[in-house]
């Protein structure tokens, strides 16, 4: 069964500290992937995608992710976090078949310590 | 661009009670989902349309949950009569693809609906 797991549910770091959030799936083909970040009160936005080609992607807000198909993995790193970063972050995976749907984990909340 | 609007944003409802959610894509989106995220869980898929198709409705619960996209343009999703289990959030999505896969999904904010 395709599936999207995100360990951690709450992670706090420091403002300024660099981080890291974990995503593993399990979908089978070549998935494309997805992070998501959703801050209260607003709808979920699109951080960054990957497709193919280069294992490593930037997205907004000084985001990126890379993805590792040995670990099934796909984390999100910043190197330096800043308070507007607050805000619950989702990992999806998608793939192309007949019935082609984003599935996501259950996301991981970040907390900033100023 | 306008995007994607989701309304009421909170709804507070009876058991038993029927509620409707209304969601607006952005315009000339074919494809609208709709999800549900339930108590810090992860965000689960309802249904999928083309235009005003049903391309997967896969991921509703029960025949209480009834979603419509009249003339391919707005969505609604009713629960009648509304449970308990029905308490979450929920969450509409347009894409420019079919999948959304390359473009990804623009959102919107969210219907809180509880269930007292």
């Known amino acids: 069964a395709q599936s999207v797991t995100q360990p951690d549910i709450h992670i706090t770091v420091s403002e300024g500290a660099s981080l890291e959030l974990r995503c593993n799936y399990s979908y089978g083909a070549t998935p494309y992937l997805f992070w998501y970040v959703q801050s209260p009160g607003q709808g979920l936005q699109l951080l960054l995608k990957y497709f193919s080609g280069d294992t490593l992607v930037q997205g907004i807000k000084g985001f990126e992710a890379e993805f590792k198909r040995s670990q099934s993995s796909f984390n999100l790193r910043k190197p330096s976090v800043h308070w507007s970063d607050a805000a619950e972050y989702f990992c999806a995976v998608g793939r192309y078949s007949s019935a082609s749907k984003i599935i996501f984990g259950s996301g991981t909340r970040l907390s900033i310590r100023p | 661009e306008a995007g994607v609007t989701q309304f009421p944003s909170h709804s507070v409802i009876e058991k038993g009670q029927t509620v409707t959610l209304r969601c607006d894509p952005i315009?000339?989106?074919?494809?609208l989902y709709w999800y549900r995220r339930v108590m810090g869980k992860e965000i689960k898929f309802l249904l999928h349309f083309v235009k005003e198709s049903k391309q997967d409705e896969s991921g509703m619960p029960n025949n209480r949950f009834l979603a419509e996209r009249t003339g391919g343009t707005y969505s609604t999703l009713k629960v009648q009569p509304a449970e308990l289990e029905d308490s979450g959030v929920y969450f509409c999505?347009?894409?420019?693809?079919?999948?959304?896969?390359?473009?990804?999904?623009?959102f919107g904010s969210g219907t809180r609906l509880t269930v007292v």
């Open positions: 315009s000339g989106h074919d494809n």
């Open positions: 999505a347009s894409s420019q693809d079919r999948e959304g896969l390359y473009y990804g999904y623009t």
